[in-house]
């Protein structure tokens, strides 16, 4: 009979307990919230056994708090919320059994020794409570969660209540966790979905293993052009220029990625209006659980802006650097805060460096400019970074060689908020060739101011001599336009000296023609080698030649039929004073009256002969005249003497 009745209270409390299980079941059902889910079995579970407080505690991944967002209390005892620290809630041992999965089974929290040895009784005694049980809830061997059932009396739980609550607990935290998995997921969708309408530069679809379109989110529509009605269930082949589809990179595209997982997707597409864009972008194949090719993904940013924007700064940057080639400029862009510094090619070359060979910096620029400009250099550096001013300098550079360099250069400071200097850029080109003509300028203009000083002293001279030898007004302008007519001859010549050097020969040939000499070859001979004249030596020598040939034509070798000229010239040895030219100039069959009239062939010509060359020239000459021949020579230094100033 007794047994008879404990089977009865068995089946009873298994209907009991299986009803029990469908109620919660159907009250989890329709719930998504984890808290709501987890206040529910609370709820029924506290009603079923009627205990005083039922909830559930979240711990934290140290272990070591205890969170309860509520629980559900239905006699005596007031809520449980809050955090609890667990060693002063349970005390070391009854944590160590909570951790390692043990249900806590407390009959009466005054006399149980656990919760005496634990000094925990005050907590409990606190909080109303007698008896409990707790059962702990692990997920990858780390306590996360306590189901914990109070009681207000003591009480002696039956394995009846422990099996279901520890059912419950599983149960219900199955649920939490399915929930919690769920919210992350609709969460995570959520978000994605946000990304992808907000995401206008990015194309992000889906099409399938035959390369239909799935999905169109709206940044593929805000990309391509096409809207999500017109591009679902198109081939994603329609957004390919029409000569990659011609050529076959949709397929090849997709067959990469089925073969490899991933192809990029990187040129130019084609938008629904016709214009280009350009992608960045891959194609991703996608795979079900079982491996089995199910579609692909497509992801591509819209570059185009930024490609163009490269293509322009590219298309600067070759400008710029076409510009400072043809200009020759070399930059430099110094950072005061780093002390790093960076030169174009052009700089290192301008300072007698290989490209690269040498760390740009402060030093190693300061070494190449000359000993005599740092000084200055420095300075005006300096003062152009204290005032804030432009620098602007020109200083001469030494190469590895020896050679020197004149540098010009113009730069900038950059200064902080706070006005201390931060950064300085500049240019600087090579201007040693305008430097070197600048120093020819000065020379040429020095030497031209020489000569016309030279010039105006002949000129006064020629003047007054021929003044001294002429009275009469008209015999006075013809010998005076003469010799300056002889005189413009020798400048003319002087001009092109620095292309056209001036002999000996060229001078005389250009008096005797000038007189037609020429016109008489049989009467007229001249020899000799071609020897150069210094520009000192022309225009005294030249007017000594005009002054011989026009005598020649008036009075001598060239005014009778009878008479020879012969002109002759050669060079003899260096001397003290350097090669020296030897002229001599001879008329035969003259007419003797010019001896007896001695003034004729007395004048300005033979003073210029006997007296000028020797004092400007340093030449020695003789003037030999008897009743039938005429014998003139001169003898003068080709090179300048020895700290002689040119004449």
């Not at 089977?7 to 989890?28: H, P």
């Not at 809050?82 to 349970?90: D, H, N, Q, S, V």
């Not at 805000?222 to 081939?235: C, I, L, P, R, Y």
């Given at each position: 009979?007794?047994?008879?009745?404990?089977?009865?209270?068995?089946?009873?409390?298994?209907?009991?307990?299986?009803?029990?299980?469908?109620?919660?079941?159907?009250?989890?059902?329709?719930?998504?919230?984890?808290?709501?889910?987890?206040?529910?079995?609370?709820?029924?579970?506290?009603?079923?056994?009627?205990?005083?407080?039922?909830?559930?505690?979240?711990?934290?991944?140290?272990?070591?708090?205890?969170?309860?967002?509520?629980?559900?209390?239905?006699?005596?005892?007031?809520?449980?919320?809050?955090?609890?620290?667990?060693?002063?809630?349970?005390?070391?041992?009854?944590?160590?059994?909570?951790?390692?999965?043990?249900?806590?089974?407390?009959?009466?929290?005054?006399?149980?020794?656990?919760?005496?040895?634990?000094?925990?009784?005050?907590?409990?005694?606190?909080?109303?409570?007698?008896?409990?049980?707790?059962?702990?809830?692990?997920?990858?061997?780390?306590?996360?969660?306590?189901?914990?059932?109070?009681?207000?009396?003591?009480?002696?739980?039956?394995?009846?209540?422990?099996?279901?609550?520890?059912?419950?607990?599983?149960?219900?935290?199955?649920?939490?966790?399915?929930?919690?998995?769920?919210?992350?997921?609709?969460?995570?969708?959520?978000?994605?979905?946000?990304?992808?309408?907000?995401?206008?530069?990015?194309?992000?679809?889906?099409?399938?293993?035959?390369?239909?379109?799935?999905?169109?989110?709206?940044?593929?529509?805000?990309?391509?052009?096409?809207?999500?009605?017109?591009?679902?269930?198109?081939?994603?082949?329609?957004?390919?220029?029409?000569?990659?589809?011609?050529?076959?990179?949709?397929?090849?595209?997709?067959?990469?990625?089925?073969?490899?997982?991933?192809?990029?997707?990187?040129?130019?597409?084609?938008?629904?209006?016709?214009?280009?864009?350009?992608?960045?972008?891959?194609?991703?194949?996608?795979?079900?659980?079982?491996?089995?090719?199910?579609?692909?993904?497509?992801?591509?940013?819209?570059?185009?802006?930024?490609?163009?924007?490269?293509?322009?700064?590219?298309?600067?940057?070759?400008?710029?650097?076409?510009?400072?080639?043809?200009?020759?400029?070399?930059?430099?862009?110094?950072?005061?805060?780093?002390?790093?510094?960076?030169?174009?090619?052009?700089?290192?070359?301008?300072?007698?460096?290989?490209?690269?060979?040498?760390?740009?910096?402060?030093?190693?620029?300061?070494?190449?400019?000359?000993?005599?400009?740092?000084?200055?250099?420095?300075?005006?550096?300096?003062?152009?970074?204290?005032?804030?001013?432009?620098?602007?300098?020109?200083?001469?550079?030494?190469?590895?060689?020896?050679?020197?360099?004149?540098?010009?250069?113009?730069?900038?400071?950059?200064?902080?908020?706070?006005g201390a200097p931060t950064r300085m850029v500049g240019a600087m080109s090579d201007v040693t060739e305008r430097r070197e003509w600048e120093e020819r300028q000065k020379i040429l203009v020095a030497e031209l101011q020489h000569r016309t000083r030279n010039l105006l002293a002949v000129v006064r001279s020629i003047a007054n001599d021929t003044m001294a030898e002429t009275s009469a007004p008209i015999l006075f302008r013809e010998r005076l336009s003469a010799r300056l007519t002889a005189l413009s001859r020798v400048q003319s010549?002087?001009?092109?000296?620095?292309?056209?050097?001036?002999?000996?020969?060229?001078?005389?040939?250009?008096?005797?023609?000038?007189?037609?000499?020429?016109?008489?070859?049989?009467?007229?001979?001249?020899?000799?080698?071609?020897?150069?004249?210094?520009?000192?030596?022309?225009?005294?020598?030249?007017?000594?030649?005009?002054?011989?040939?026009?005598?020649?034509?008036?009075?001598?070798?060239?005014?009778?039929?009878?008479?020879?000229?012969?002109?002759?010239?050669?060079?003899?040895?260096?001397?003290?004073?350097?090669?020296?030219?030897?002229?001599?100039?001879?008329?035969?069959?003259?007419?003797?009256?010019?001896?007896?009239?001695?003034?004729?062939?007395?004048?300005?010509?033979?003073?210029?002969?006997?007296?000028?060359?020797?004092?400007?020239?340093?030449?020695?000459?003789?003037?030999?005249?008897?009743?039938?021949?005429?014998?003139?020579?001169?003898?003068?230094?080709?090179?300048?003497?020895?700290?002689?100033?040119?004449?």
């Amino acid at each position: 009979m007794t047994e008879f009745r404990s089977t009865g209270r068995d089946l009873r409390d298994a209907k009991q307990r299986e009803a029990f299980l469908l109620r919660l079941s159907d009250a989890l059902r329709s719930l998504g919230d984890p808290s709501a889910i987890q206040s529910a079995a609370a709820k029924l579970l506290c009603q079923a056994l009627r205990l005083d407080r039922v909830g559930y505690g979240a711990v934290d991944t140290a272990g070591e708090v205890m969170s309860v967002e509520s629980d559900w209390s239905v006699r005596r005892l007031a809520h449980w919320a809050g955090e609890r620290r667990l060693l002063e809630t349970f005390g070391r041992g009854l944590i160590d059994a909570l951790r390692s999965g043990e249900t806590i089974i407390v009959n009466d929290c005054k006399s149980d020794a656990r919760i005496i040895e634990g000094s925990c009784a005050d907590v409990w005694a606190s909080i109303g409570t007698q008896a409990l049980l707790a059962v702990p809830l692990t997920k990858d061997s780390r306590l996360c969660a306590i189901l914990y059932l109070h009681s207000a009396q003591p009480r002696m739980w039956t394995a009846r209540e422990i099996a279901l609550a520890e059912e419950v607990a599983e149960r219900t935290w199955a649920v939490v966790e399915r929930a919690r998995a769920e919210a992350a997921l609709r969460e995570s969708e959520e978000l994605h979905r946000l990304i992808l309408e907000s995401a206008r530069d990015y194309a992000i679809f889906v099409i399938d293993a035959c390369g239909a379109i799935r999905t169109w989110p709206a940044g593929a529509e805000a990309v391509f052009g096409w809207s999500a009605v017109e591009a679902v269930g198109a081939n994603a082949a329609i957004t390919f220029t029409p000569e990659d589809r011609a050529d076959g990179a949709p397929a090849q595209e997709l067959a990469e990625a089925r073969e490899n997982g991933c192809a990029p997707d990187v040129r130019w597409h084609i938008r629904k209006d016709g214009s280009r864009v350009f992608i960045d972008g891959s194609t991703r194949a996608l795979r079900d659980s079982m491996g089995k090719l199910v579609g692909f993904l497509k992801i591509g940013q819209d570059v185009t802006a930024q490609r163009e924007a490269e293509r322009a700064v590219r298309a600067s940057e070759e400008g710029l650097r076409s510009a400072l080639k043809v200009g020759q400029l070399a930059t430099w862009d110094w950072d005061l805060r780093t002390g790093e510094t960076v030169w174009s090619d052009e700089y290192y070359r301008m300072h007698g460096y290989d490209v690269g060979e040498v760390t740009p910096s402060y030093g190693a620029w300061i070494s190449r400019v000359h000993p005599a400009d740092r000084k200055e250099t420095e300075r005006r550096l300096r003062e152009a970074r204290t005032r804030g001013q432009e620098y602007a300098n020109e200083y001469r550079a030494v190469h590895r060689d020896g050679s020197v360099r004149w540098l010009t250069a113009r730069g900038r400071f950059f200064y902080d908020e706070g006005g201390a200097p931060t950064r300085m850029v500049g240019a600087m080109s090579d201007v040693t060739e305008r430097r070197e003509w600048e120093e020819r300028q000065k020379i040429l203009v020095a030497e031209l101011q020489h000569r016309t000083r030279n010039l105006l002293a002949v000129v006064r001279s020629i003047a007054n001599d021929t003044m001294a030898e002429t009275s009469a007004p008209i015999l006075f302008r013809e010998r005076l336009s003469a010799r300056l007519t002889a005189l413009s001859r020798v400048q003319s010549l002087l001009s092109r000296a620095a292309v056209e050097p001036i002999t000996i020969g060229a001078l005389v040939r250009m008096e005797l023609e000038a007189l037609g000499a020429d016109e008489a070859p049989g009467a007229v001979a001249v020899s000799g080698p071609d020897v150069p004249l210094r520009s000192s030596l022309v225009q005294t020598l030249a007017l000594a030649v005009h002054e011989l040939a026009t005598n020649a034509r008036k009075y001598g070798a060239l005014a009778t039929a009878e008479g020879r000229l012969r002109v002759a010239w050669s060079t003899t040895d260096q001397g003290q004073d350097g090669p020296r030219l030897a002229f001599e100039w001879v008329e035969t069959g003259i007419d003797g009256r010019g001896v007896a009239d001695g003034r004729a062939r007395m004048g300005y010509g033979r003073e210029l002969i006997e007296h000028a060359l020797p004092y400007t020239l340093h030449a020695q000459t003789s003037f030999e005249l008897s009743e039938h021949q005429l014998r003139c020579t001169i003898v003068v230094p080709l090179g300048r003497r020895e700290g002689q100033e040119a004449a």
